[in-house]
């Protein structure tokens, strides 16, 4: 079966780490791979990106400093190292991957992801 599978999520506090994994099943993983969310009453947006296409990285500002994404291909795995977690990072979580534009993160958005993992909940409160 071919699906992305995430985890990872769940209760953390204010100022706590969580780590998410996405595992590719059934397919490798693109050249552009990265993380989205999607918060109560709000439209989802993008989160991080990696690409292996120019060995790039790209945050979303808010999250500068304090997330991480990295992949390994033999594994077909994605993850995003989440430090320092706010209330405001409370969302549902999706991984996702693509090859628009040849697979850059200047690329990356909801339009051009061919695969999407279900999500997983991160809930920051104290």
């Known amino acids: 079966q071919v699906q992305f599978v995430e985890s990872g999520g769940g209760l953390v506090q204010p100022g706590g780490s969580l780590r998410l994994s996405c595992v590719a099943s059934?397919?490798?993983?693109?050249?552009?791979t990265g993380w989205f969310r999607q918060a109560p009453g709000k439209g989802r947006e993008t989160v991080a990106c990696i690409s292996s296409a120019d060995n790039s990285t790209w945050y979303k500002r808010p999250v500068r400093g304090r997330f991480t994404v990295s992949r390994d291909n033999a594994a077909s795995t994605l993850y995003l190292q989440m430090n320092d977690l706010q209330p405001e990072d409370t969302a549902v979580y999706y991984c996702?991957?693509?090859?628009?534009?040849?697979?850059?993160?200047?690329?990356?958005?909801?339009?051009?992801?061919?695969?999407w993992g279900k999500g997983t909940l991160v809930n920051v409160s104290s």
């Open positions: 996702a991957q693509g090859h628009r534009g040849g697979g850059i993160c200047s690329w990356f958005d909801t339009y051009g992801m061919t695969h």
């Open positions: 059934g397919f490798p993983l693109d050249l552009m």
